[in-house]
C-alpha cells in the first residue's frame, strides 16, 4: 500500500489527503495544532475548515512531522507559499530517501521569486525528478462535498506523474491528468490568484460580466506571456492548470482571492480585508513577487501592476481602473 504524508490542515490539504485515504492509500495529516490534529483523529472532521464533512476513518493525523513521514512514498505540501521555505527545512531530516515531494502550492516565493518546486528542491536537496505539482481549478469545498472535478499532475518524470495520477485518481469523483510542465501548469496557479483579486475588486466597485470577462482574457494573456519566457509550453494556458484554475477562481465566492478583491473593490482598506480573511489569499503576497519575476524576465504584466498598487501602494480601484483602460492601443496577441 502506498503511503502518504500531507502537510497542511486546511481546506484545500485536508481534502487531498481525504481524495489518497478514499482511493486506498494509507495517509497520514500533519498539523500544528494538537486540539485541531486531534479533534480529526477523534471524529473524524475537521470543523475548523470543513465543517459537517466526514473524513475517512482510515486517515490518521498528529503533530509529529517525523511520524507522519515515517515510510511515506509520497509527502504533500500544502501549507501557505511564503512559508514552505522555513518549515521544509525543519522537517527535511525526516523525509525517505527517494520519497516523492509534492506541491499543491499556488505561489511565488518573496524575494527569490522562486516557483514552489524551485524552493522544494532547493531546500530539500532533491532532483527535478522527485518533485511533482498538482494545480487546476480545486475549489476544495466542492470536492470535499463530492462534487466531481479535475486536475493536473505535473513532474518533469513522466513516469512519476503517472505514479501520483494513480493513486489520487477516484472515479467518479476526482479525476487528474498528467502533463510534464512543471513551469506552466506552477506559473498558472499563481498567476490566477492575481487576476482573482483583480475580479473581485471590479465586482466589489459594481462592475459587470464585461469587465470580469475583459480581466480573465487580458489575465491569461499576461500568464502565457510570463510563462513562454520562462520556457513553459503556451498549450498548458488553454488547459486545466491555466485557463480552468483561473476562471474557477475568478467566477467562484468560494475563492478566497476573489472574495478578498471584493472587499477591496467595496472600500475596505487592506488591514481590514486582512483581519476579515480567515484563510490565506495568496494571491495577496504574490502579486509583489509576481511582478519582480515578470520585471526580471522584461515581460508586461499591466493587471498584475495595477493589482500590486492597489493591494500594496494605497492606488484607488478607480485609479487602477483608468490605468489600465487608458493603456496605448496594441494587437490582442502582443508579446505572445
Known amino acids: 500500500m502506498t503511503r502518504a504524508a500531507v502537510f497542511g490542515p486546511g481546506s484545500w490539504g485536508t481534502t487531498f489527503a481525504m481524495i489518497l485515504a478514499e482511493a486506498g492509500n494509507e495517509v497520514t495529516l500533519w498539523g500544528r495544532r494538537p486540539e485541531q490534529m486531534e479533534a480529526i483523529e477523534r471524529t473524524h472532521e475537521n470543523a475548523d475548515y470543513l465543517p459537517g464533512i466526514p473524513l475517512p476513518p482510515s486517515l490518521r493525523a498528529t503533530t509529529d512531522p517525523e511520524r507522519a513521514l515515517d515510510g511515506a512514498d509520497f509527502v504533500v505540501l500544502c501549507v501557505p507559499s511564503q512559508t514552505l521555505r522555513p518549515n521544509l527545512a525543519a522537517w527535511r531530516e525526516h523525509i525517505p530517501r527517494g520519497a516523492v515531494l509534492v506541491s499543491l502550492m499556488k505561489g511565488i516565493e518573496l524575494g527569490t521569486t522562486k516557483r514552489m518546486s524551485e524552493v522544494i528542491r532547493e531546500v530539500a536537496e532533491v532532483p527535478e525528478e522527485r518533485v511533482a505539482v498538482v494545480s487546476g481549478p480545486n475549489l476544495a469545498k466542492e470536492i470535499a462535498q463530492r462534487q466531481p472535478a479535475a486536475t493536473v499532475v505535473a513532474c518533469a518524470d513522466e513516469s512519476v506523474a503517472e505514479k501520483l495520477q494513480a493513486i489520487c485518481h477516484l472515479p467518479p469523483w476526482f479525476r487528474p491528468y498528467t502533463n510534464p510542465d512543471v513551469v506552466g501548469v506552477e506559473l498558472g496557479g499563481a498567476v490566477k490568484n492575481v487576476i482573482a483579486l483583480a475580479v473581485g475588486v471590479s465586482a466589489g466597485m459594481g462592475m459587470g460580466d464585461n469587465v470580469s470577462a475583459m480581466l480573465i482574457t487580458r489575465g491569461l494573456a499576461e500568464m502565457q506571456r510570463l510563462g513562454v519566457a520562462l520556457g513553459a509550453d503556451p498549450h498548458t494556458f488553454a488547459g486545466l492548470a491555466g485557463m480552468g484554475d483561473l476562471v474557477a477562481t475568478c467566477n467562484s465566492p468560494l475563492s478566497r482571492n476573489r472574495?478578498?478583491?471584493?472587499?477591496?473593490?467595496?472600500?475596505?482598506?487592506?488591514?481590514?480585508?486582512?483581519?476579515?480573511?480567515?484563510?490565506?489569499?495568496?494571491?495577496?503576497?504574490?502579486?509583489?513577487?509576481?511582478?519582480?519575476?515578470?520585471?526580471?524576465?522584461?515581460?508586461?504584466?499591466?493587471?498584475?501592476?495595477?493589482?500590486?498598487g492597489v493591494v500594496h501602494d494605497g492606488m484607488s480601484p478607480a485609479e487602477a481602473g483608468m490605468l489600465l483602460m487608458s493603456r496605448s492601443p496594441k494587437p490582442e496577441r502582443y508579446g505572445v
Open 259 to 308: 472574495t478578498f478583491g471584493e472587499n477591496l473593490g467595496r472600500g475596505m482598506t487592506l488591514a481590514e480585508v486582512v483581519a476579515a480573511t480567515r484563510q490565506t489569499a495568496e494571491g495577496v503576497k504574490s502579486c509583489e513577487s509576481v511582478l519582480a519575476l515578470a520585471r526580471k524576465h522584461d515581460v508586461e504584466m499591466p493587471i498584475t501592476e495595477v493589482v500590486v
